[in-house]
Nanobody, 123 residues
Framework: QVQLVESGGGLVQAGGSLRLSCAASGRSFSNYNMGWFRQAPGKEREFVAAILWLGGSTYYASSVKGRFTISRDNAKNTFYLQMNSLKPEDTAVYYC????????????????WGQGTLVTVSS
């Protein structure tokens, strides 16, 4: 059974940093593109970042580009999101997922979501 477990969220002041982790189990994700999404209160879930399994190219939403960095450790089957210069508008539950790009939109490739990890940025 495929499982994704996010961790590392918390309360941080604006301008601070957090590092989120996503521990995958049930299969190797080394051959999957992986990504992060987030859902703010009252809003739809949105794409944040993705990293390709082949070559390691990265992609970011314009709202986080230059502040967030996605990375992966295939040996540990773990994926990360380093978040710097956090803003109150980054407050959301963050989810990791295997991703694919369809019609220009990043989507969940396996339809498997973890429980998410809450990031709260105070002003």
């Amino acid at each position: 059974q495929v499982q994704l477990v996010e961790s590392g969220g918390g309360l941080v002041q604006a301008g601070g940093s957090l590092r989120l982790s996503c521990a995958a189990s049930g299969r190797s994700f080394s051959n999957y593109n992986m990504g992060w999404f987030r859902q703010a209160p009252g809003k739809e879930r949105e794409f944040v970042a993705a990293i390709l399994w082949l070559g390691g190219s990265t992609y970011y939403a314009s709202s986080v580009k230059g502040r967030f960095t996605i990375s992966r450790d295939n040996a540990k089957n773990t994926f990360y999101l380093q978040m710097n210069s956090l803003k109150p508008e980054d407050t959301a539950v963050y989810y990791c997922a295997a991703v694919t790009k369809q019609w220009g939109t990043w989507t969940n490739a396996l339809n498997v979501w973890g429980q998410g990890t809450l990031v709260t940025v105070s002003s």
